[in-house]
């Protein structure tokens, strides 16, 4: 057995001392910025009825269905492709210098966002292109958070504090979830405006505050890197946004020929991708950094964790709009908020377990805590399936507290240790690498949980449907025509708190007697008709999380017990002269358990 050894290459640049004073300051400014960023990422999925009603548009209608898409998913599709490469930026050009011009972004797009007056498709491009330009601002913020508090807080502390910060991305996102459904009635503009005061007070306190402790690599910047990843990446997540919506006489679109080119187009730019960064002197995407341990199985684990997890928002809140909620009297165009409200658990349990688990990890190492928390959200995942669909509240509750609790004891320990594999130099484009990964795999989970619902409702929704629709005197025409629509077209309409069976048989239902068309659409009806069939959906999406959840944890576990020290220990001399690095400084290195814990 080799003796642990220890290695600093940059004996001269060690981390500058930190202030307790200021450590503080960038907690809390780095957790405003990243609470802001995550409220936006949720509150249109509540709001969103309310904001096409406002511009006079139907987002049910074909010709509105690519609106709608890219206003529920542009802003994750833009973070993901954005944060790497900012991130970089910030290493080069200094990460509070580019967080703050972030939070100054997204202030700006929220304003112009808040001040829409115009309506109709011209309204709702103007939409979504604010909010591609307020996601510019959040990946300013992402990229560049986790290696502000790096640089700020000591080794022993990071857990802790990167913890706080990264249960206020998920706290943000149920309060997106409650504020859009309190807001959007009231003025949906109101759903914009909120951040700006934020924004505002955010950014001039970081410019005032904040100063940049960390070290600097200056490096030009790789453009055919940046190029080749950011085209490739959004067509990937393009092609699985779209690949959801239905094509020609095909339920979901994953034949569709732009669809395939997409996917196809885009994993090939993204492989060429990875032969331009093993070429180029400067590269965008470290890979070198894959040579530590802790940070490749930090990264494939979050990976695994938020393919598991991403589309569960989703999810949760197809269930509860779609067919708990109306069968327990609530009106569809009440249920955005309520299921906001009903998944409160969810977030307990993570704003108790995040910061916890942290300041554990700091003491004990991150392996046993990351480990644990996706086997435990696996195991979770597995009693939702022992659920019926028309559960006892108690109960599903008593299960989301567990998995907040579970995601909260993963989050925290794995990503303090992904940055502390980083050398200080690269902890911009390593935090963004590990959101570039997060939220990548967000949106592939979300596309994910939409097929195998759609594909569990389409093997047995049409004759049900059908059926349930000639008993009640709907004429048989129509109910075939209905009975043969996607079935998408019922999710989103549940989704976005309209009544599905409205949205279906729209004049129809002036041809049926008067009691007949109040309880086909009524409360209970559709709740009922699609319950079997959604159940199988359901249960298939929850088996592929807990899956991907079990993997992470043994990704996880690979992450070694004491690996720390980042495997490249570069450094920027003053003068800004490159230190050659030999071979041997390239191999993971092992260090005792008294140096430091990862």
């Not at 307990?348 to 995040?354: D, K, N, R």
């Not at 959101?435 to 596309?447: E, K, M, P, Y």
Request: net charge positive.
């Amino acid at each position: 057995m080799m003796p642990s050894r220890t290695v600093d290459s940059c004996p001269a640049h060690p981390d500058p001392p930190v202030a307790d004073r200021y450590k503080w300051i960038a907690l809390s400014n780095t957790t405003l910025g990243m609470v802001m960023a995550s409220i936006n990422s949720s509150i249109t999925l509540i709001a969103l009825p309310n904001i096409f009603d406002g511009i006079h548009l139907n987002p049910l209608l074909p010709s509105s269905s690519g609106y709608l898409l890219w206003m529920l998913m542009g802003f994750m599709v833009v973070t993901a492709v954005l944060v790497v490469t900012l991130g970089r930026i910030g290493d080069i050009y200094g990460r509070v210098r580019l967080y703050n011009l972030g939070f100054a972004v997204f202030t700006v797009f929220s304003i112009l966002l808040s001040i829409t007056w115009w309506s109709g498709p011209g309204a709702a491009l103007y939409l979504i292109a604010m909010r591609v330009g307020q996601g510019v601002g959040a990946a300013c913020l992402m990229a560049n958070s986790s290696a502000i508090l790096t640089d700020a807080f000591p080794e022993n502390e990071r857990g802790m504090a990167i913890g706080m910060n990264a249960i206020s991305v998920v706290v943000g996102s149920f309060i997106g979830l409650v504020l859009g459904g309190v807001l959007a009635p009231i003025e949906w503009h109101l759903v914009f405006l909120v951040s700006v005061p934020f924004g505002l007070f955010g950014t001039v306190w970081a410019y005032v505050k904040l100063r940049d402790q960390g070290a600097r690599r200056p490096a030009p910047i790789d453009w055919w890197g940046n190029a080749t990843f950011a085209v490739g990446l959004v067509a990937v997540l393009a092609g699985i946004t779209y690949g959801i919506m239905p094509y020609g006489h095909h339920v979901m679109g994953w034949t569709n020929p732009r669809v395939l080119s997409a996917l196809i187009g885009g994993v090939a730019l993204l492989g060429l991708f990875g032969f331009i960064e093993t070429r180029v002197a400067h590269p965008m995407f470290q890979l070198e950094l894959f040579r530590t341990r802790a940070f490749s199985a930090g990264n494939f684990a979050g990976f695994l964790g938020s393919l598991g997890r991403g589309g569960l928002m989703f999810l949760l809140i197809l269930w509860l709009q779609g067919v708990w909620l109306p069968l327990h009297g609530y009106d569809f165009t009440r249920t955005p908020l309520w299921a906001g409200i009903y998944m409160l658990p969810l977030t307990a349990g993570m704003l108790v377990a995040a910061p916890l688990s942290g300041v554990l990890s700091d003491r004990f190492g991150a392996r046993p805590f990351a480990t644990a928390g996706m086997a435990g959200t696996g195991v979770c995942f597995v009693l939702l399936t022992l659920l019926p669909v028309d559960f006892s509240y108690p109960w599903f509750a008593l299960v989301l507290l567990v998995m907040g609790l579970a995601m909260g004891i993963f989050a925290a320990p794995n990503r303090a240790g992904i940055m502390n594999s980083l050398p200080p130099d690269r902890r911009g484009a390593g935090a963004g690498m590990a959101t570039t990964f997060q939220n990548s795999a967000q949106v592939l989970s979300i596309g994910v949980f939409f097929s195998l619902i759609i594909a569990g409702l389409s093997s047995s929704l049409p004759g049900r449907l059908f059926h349930g629709l000639i008993a009640h005197g709907v004429p048989a025409a129509t109910a075939t025509q209905v009975s043969h629509l996607p079935p998408v077209a019922s999710l989103f309409a549940a989704f976005l708190g309209y009544n599905p069976m409205k949205h279906l048989l729209g004049a129809t239902l002036g041809q049926i007697p008067p009691a007949q068309a109040t309880f086909v659409t009524g409360r209970r009806f559709f709740p009922q008709l699609i319950s079997g069939s959604f159940q199988t959906g359901l249960h298939e999406a929850f088996y592929f999380a807990a899956a991907a959840c079990v993997a992470a944890a043994a990704a996880s576990w690979m992450r070694g017990k004491k690996v720390v020290g980042p495997a490249v220990r570069s450094c920027v001399e003053p003068a800004g002269e490159e230190v050659l690095l030999s071979f041997e400084s390239l191999l993971p290195v092992r260090v005792t358990e008294d140096q430091s814990r990862n």
